[in-house]
Structure formats: structure tokens, C-alpha cells
């Protein structure tokens, strides 16, 4: 079983919906962080959490320790935020990775 | 742009070579890890390097190996290459070891085909 698991795989949304992605981390952490992949691979950090939540924007980011569980709010959604986002872990020496959510956001 | 730079950004190599990526991290930071996406996949943690020792690995295999220099740049070798090494390579630096809660900066990647 994967460390981290992320849901869904793949969302679509129409411009405005509110888009919610979930992860799930089954280690202990030092931090959880939300990346951001567009088609071209790069990956761009827009979150690390270790408690609470974050707001940058149009993106809210909150985590619960005690549940292992984070979750990615996107909101008043725009085509520009269609990429991959991806959730991560740090834990030990390493990052530990989810798979992916896959986002496209129609005009 | 995060001023972490990889190269090369796109190979293709055959079965059975060898092939060094490289990766020039942001200014002062001390530790370089590297990490492969295979198509469709999260990226999977390779290596990491702090202060130019490996300190910490993945499930990767010896033929997988690193650098890092005095200037904390980085290089990945992999030896007799399979095709399914064929992924995104990428490389992420940051202050202190990646396990620790630092903020990471990921390079753009290096696409690899193996033929």
C-alpha cells in the first residue's frame, strides 16, 4: 500500500465550481506539502503544511494530524488551474509522493 | 522559475548505455535529491544528498548513482539502462534534508527514452 493515496484520480469542473482533492498519509511526517505539475513536468510547491491551514489566493490548504488527512481547496475555479496537483510527505530523510490528481477545468 | 536548473531536459539513449543528468540547485542550498516519474505516476524517491554525502535511498538499484559537488550541484548516473528507466527525472534542492519539513524547489525535469 502506497504511503500516501490521493482522491480522486481525475476531476473535471466547469469555471467557477469549488474543486476539493483529498489525500490520506499513512506515516508519521514533518510535513505535507501540495505541488502543482503542469504538462511540461516541472513541479512548482504551493503548500507545506505541518498544522492548521493555508490560504494563498484562490487555493486553501488544510491538514489534521490526528486524522493523517489533508485536503486542497480550489476555489471560483479557472481553466488556468488545470495541471496535476500532487500531494507529499516528508517524513525521515525522503519526500513520499501520491499519485495525482489530474484537473481540468472547461471555459 | 525556482533557480533550480536541470539538463539535459531531453535524451534519448539507448539499451545497455549509460547516462548522467545533471542539476544546479538554488543558491545556498545544502541538499539535492532526485526523484523519477514514470509516465501517469507520482515521482519516486532515488537518492538524496546533503552536503555532498548520500544520505538517504530508495528502491532503486546500485547501477542508480550520485554526485554532489562543492558548490552543491548534482549529477545522476545510471548504468546499463533498461527501457523501463524511461521517465521525468527530477531534481529538487532545499535547506536541510527534504525529510525535515523545508521548503522544496523542483527543476523543470529531464525526459529520458530508452530505446
Known amino acids: 500500500k502506497n504511503e500516501v493515496e490521493q482522491s480522486p484520480q481525475n476531476l473535471t469542473a466547469q469555471e467557477g465550481e469549488f474543486i476539493t482533492i483529498n489525500c490520506s498519509y499513512s506515516?508519521?511526517?514533518?510535513?505535507l506539502h501540495w505541488l502543482q505539475q503542469h504538462p511540461g513536468g516541472g513541479i512548482v510547491s504551493l503548500f507545506m503544511?505541518?498544522?492548521g491551514k493555508k490560504k494563498h489566493g484562490r487555493l486553501i490548504a488544510t491538514i489534521n494530524i490526528q486524522e493523517k488527512h489533508s485536503s486542497l481547496h480550489i476555489t471560483a475555479s479557472h481553466p488556468r488551474d488545470s495541471a496535476v496537483y500532487i500531494c507529499?510527505?516528508?517524513?525521515?530523510?525522503?519526500?513520499?509522493f501520491g499519485a495525482g490528481t489530474t484537473v481540468t477545468v472547461r471555459a | 522559475e525556482t533557480g533550480v536548473t536541470q539538463s539535459p531536459t531531453h535524451l534519448i539513449k539507448t539499451r545497455g548505455q549509460q547516462v548522467t543528468l545533471r542539476c544546479s540547485s538554488q543558491s545556498g542550498h545544502n541538499t539535492v535529491s532526485w526523484y523519477q516519474q514514470a509516465l501517469g505516476q507520482g515521482p519516486q524517491f532515488i537518492f538524496q544528498y546533503y552536503r555532498e554525502e548520500e544520505n538517504g535511498r530508495g528502491n532503486f538499484p546500485p547501477r542508480f548513482s550520485g554526485l554532489q559537488f562543492p558548490n552543491y550541484s548534482s549529477e545522476l548516473n545510471v548504468n546499463a539502462l533498461e527501457l523501463d528507466d524511461s521517465a521525468l527525472y527530477l531534481c529538487?534542492?532545499?535547506?536541510?534534508?527534504?525529510?525535515?519539513?523545508?521548503?522544496?524547489?523542483f527543476g523543470e525535469g529531464s525526459w529520458l527514452t530508452v530505446v
Open positions: 506515516v508519521g511526517i514533518s510535513a
Open positions: 507529499a510527505v516528508s517524513h525521515d530523510y525522503k519526500l513520499s
Open positions: 529538487a534542492s532545499s535547506l536541510g534534508q527534504s525529510g525535515s519539513g523545508n521548503t522544496i524547489y
Open positions: 503544511l505541518s498544522s
